[in-house]
């Protein structure tokens, strides 16, 4: 079944703009992962924040998560055309594998 | 490092042909993933193994589909015979769980695109 659901499903901002992308989930989580895609590649692994957490860094990227609410944000500050991607939540649960949402796609215009 | 490789990264084949896909993992990884991706359907687990045994295959749509890892550096999924509708991007994915818990980081290949005529 499907666990993690990105809001909105597609995102076109300007160069220099921040972009937030939302996750929610149904179920408790161990913790949840982002995951970018580019154009005809494989998904790379972004960031990892653990159900204890609330927020957590990495350059660019701050991602939050609210437990209260399952859900889960991510802001890319200061875009820059080459994020432009699908961006793919993922949750893990218990000792399944990961489940990944259907993904929200980024459009960066220069 | 090498990354996850897969092989073809194309393949174009008739109806009713045999398809392998192939999956090197990265070294050291104990775990390994295939997937199907769609427009419709999005990202789909179809099987999964720990240690090179297969775990949890209720992904896999049909009888048609097989998949095998017989050592810790190789797997295949193997489409016999292919329909149209297999038509997808596969991904083959390895992940390292010191626990043999799944939560962990996956590292993704870049896919096969897979066309069925």
């Known amino acids: 079944s499907q666990q993690g659901e990105e809001d909105p499903q597609a995102l076109s901002i300007q160069e220099g703009e921040n972009a937030t992308m939302n996750c929610s989930y149904k179920?408790?989580?161990?913790?949840l992962q982002w995951y970018r895609q580019n154009s005809g590649r494989g998904l790379v692994h972004l960031i990892l924040?653990?159900?204890?957490?609330r927020e957590k860094h990495s350059g660019r990227l701050r991602v939050t998560l609210d437990t209260s609410k399952k859900s889960s944000s991510l802001l890319i500050t200061a875009s820059r055309a080459a994020d432009t991607a699908s961006y793919f939540c993922a949750t893990a649960s218990g000792n399944t594998p990961l489940v990944f949402g259907k993904g929200t796609r980024l459009s960066v215009i220069a | 490092d090498a990354g996850v490789i897969q092989s073809p990264r194309h393949e174009v084949t008739e109806m009713g042909q045999e398809v392998t896909l192939r999956c090197k993992p990265i070294s050291g990884h104990n775990s390994l993933f295939w997937y199907r991706q769609t427009m419709m359907r999005g990202l789909e687990l179809l099987i999964y193994?720990?240690?090179?045994?297969?775990?949890?295959d209720s992904g896999m749509p049909e009888d048609r589909f097989s998949a095998k890892m017989p050592n810790a550096s190789f797997s295949t999924l193997k489409i016999q015979p292919s329909e149209p509708r297999d038509s997808a991007v596969y991904f083959c994915?390895?992940?390292?769980?010191?626990?043999?818990?799944?939560?962990?980081?996956?590292?993704f290949g870049d896919g096969t695109r897979l066309s069925i005529l």
């Open positions: 994915a390895s992940s390292y769980h010191p626990r043999g818990d799944s939560n962990q980081p996956q590292h």
């Open positions: 179920t408790s989580i161990n913790n």
């Open positions: 924040i653990r159900s204890n957490e």
């Open positions: 193994f720990n240690n090179n045994v297969p775990i949890d």
